[in-house]
């Protein structure tokens, strides 16, 4: 297909909620489009009325839009079920041609073929029984049960010239005679996604590697129908780092469910980049980076892993580029803390943020991590006196650290930093055994096992006006264990 303007379209099936895969497919269709100042366009592919999924398509076009990958047709969204009359008109003009036929068989006559087969160690294929039925035979089969409409697969061979996997030929005799028209009326993927896009002059397919397989299939109807081949690109899978694919369960059974918890900026970098390389050191990319610099032949074939630590990584990169209050992990540290512990002030979230910040492993556990390694910044935390013990300290020395450091606490200013407090410590300690002061000090504070260091927890109390208070009141109950 030779088009001057790029035409591309995302195909989107609400049987379900928008997800990473279709989010990936949505945002490299937009970003080839304006790569090549092309057209992007939104299609409801609603033929599955058996598993629709109610409310999809209003979460499809909000999240797209969130999302800032807005189709040139939103206003006017090419739906499917809309267009069942072309798709009768091109079946019927199939089988007219004899590249197609009704089929009768039963769902049961299908499933003792598939078995048979499989015993045979034959790959499923139907056997054409319906092929040559007489004019008088398919009027007493109908009037008993309503047909299928079949594609009658010709001899030869079929090559497709992927923009990703390269050139791939099949030969046309392991192609079963796929279903173009269900007994409902309603179209198969198989016909409809190549009217559609014949239709709507689509000049390059995007869709996960999944479609590999059917694609014979859809390059014998376009030749079927005398009709241009659009270019077509198709995408590595997405899986988890044991390589099994990222399936709607992993954290990715709503496209918008990120955007409550990652920076827009950051997704969007860590999506493109989920199979596509630019073949350079840059990692941090804005849109417009990513439109500029963009282009389907740098997809990988191989699968896209998705890393929970490197999207951690750019999420903290996009973090440390905004003011932090008006990040979206400002906006839910403040929520949790206000939820759990019941304050909320600048005064008190400021400082904590960037510490957390430091230690966040996975933007989704936030709340965890909030509970399990600050909660001693809210409460008094309760701990056994062995927590207080570093090494073969006996209690009388684990006395004398806590002691020294809360002489050395005296010392510390107002809002002191980590840096200022280590400063004083180090002096103190010199070449002696840091452990042995700043172990029983941490712990007496915390009442964790692991935390953040005893220099971060102190600059915290430190920015309370009771803050050495504070401090003094927990070192002498760590004190009074012993």
């Known amino acids: ?20 895969g279709g989010l990936r497919t949505a945002l490299f269709d937009y970003l080839f489009a304006k790569k090549h100042q092309g057209q992007f366009f939104l299609r409801i ?13 209003d979460q499809i076009k909000q999240a797209l839009e969130r999302y800032g990958i807005v189709p040139d047709n939103f206003d006017d969204i090419y739906i499917q079920s809309k267009h069942l009359a072309r798709y009768k008109e091109i079946a019927d003009q199939l089988v007219a041609q004899g590249h197609a036929y009704e089929c009768f068989c039963s769902p049961e006559r299908l499933d003792k073929l598939r078995q048979l087969q ?15 039925l007489s004019s008088e035979e398919k009027d007493k089969l109908r009037a ?12 030869g061979e079929s090559v497709l010239e992927d923009i990703v996997y390269g050139r791939i030929v099949t030969k046309n005799e392991f192609l079963d005679d796929q279903i173009l028209v269900k007994s409902d009326g309603f179209p198969t993927y198989h016909l409809a996604n190549i009217i559609d896009d014949h239709d709507m002059e689509i000049t390059h397919v995007v869709r996960g590697e999944e479609w590999i397989p059917s694609t014979p299939k859809h390059l014998v109807l376009y030749q079927m129908l005398g009709w241009s081949v659009p270019q077509f690109a198709h995408l590595p899978l997405i899986t988890k780092p044991d390589h099994k694919k990222l399936s709607k369960r992993d954290q990715a059974s709503d496209a918008l469910l990120y955007l409550e918890i990652f920076e827009l900026e950051a997704i969007l970098n860590y999506i493109a980049l989920l199979g596509w390389n630019p073949k350079t050191e840059q990692e941090i990319f804005s849109k417009e980076d990513l439109m500029a610099q963009f282009d389907l032949p740098k997809i990988n074939r191989a699968n896209a892993i998705f890393d929970v630590k490197k999207f951690t990584w750019l999420n903290k990169q996009w973090i440390g580029k905004k003011e932090l209050e008006q990040t ?18 600048e005064a008190i979230i400021n400082p904590i943020a960037r510490l957390v910040l430091g230690r966040v492993e996975d933007f989704w556990n936030l709340e965890q ?9 809210f409460t008094v935390p309760e701990y056994e006196k062995n927590l207080l013990r570093w090494k073969n300290m006996v209690d009388n020395e684990i006395k004398l650290s806590l002691n020294t450091s809360k002489e050395l606490v005296a010392k510390l200013a107002f809002n002191a930093s980590a840096a ?4 004083i410590f180090f002096d103190y300690i010199g070449t002696g055994d840091k452990g042995g002061l700043l172990w029983p000090l941490r712990a007496a504070l915390s009442g964790l096992k692991a935390s953040p260091g005893p220099f ?14 504070i401090i003094s009141e927990r070192i002498e109950k760590a004190i009074a264990k012993l």
Not at 45 to 57: F, I, K, L
Not at 328 to 345: D, E, M, S
Not at 369 to 377: I, R
Not at 456 to 469: A, D, N, T
Request: charged share 30%; glycine share 6%; hydrophobic share 40%.
């Open 420 to 423: 200022d407090i280590q400063k």
């Open 144 to 155: 008993s049960a309503k047909p299928v409409i079949r594609m009658k697969i010709p001899a």
């Open 118 to 132: 499989t015993d045979q160690k034959q790959a499923p294929k139907y056997d054409r029984r319906c092929l040559n």
């Open 369 to 377: 991590l909030v509970e399990n390694e600050f909660s001693f910044f």
């Open 45 to 57: 592919d609603d033929t599955d009325q058996a598993r629709y999924v109610e409310g999809a398509v």
């Open 1 to 20: 297909m030779k088009k001057d303007k790029v035409r591309v379209r995302f195909a989107a099936s609400p049987t379900g909620f928008l997800h990473v």
């Open 328 to 345: 979206i992990f400002y906006r839910n540290l403040k929520n949790i803390i206000k939820n759990k512990w019941g304050v909320g002030g």
């Open 456 to 469: 971060e927890i102190l600059s915290l109390f430190l920015v309370l006006p009771k803050g050495k208070e």
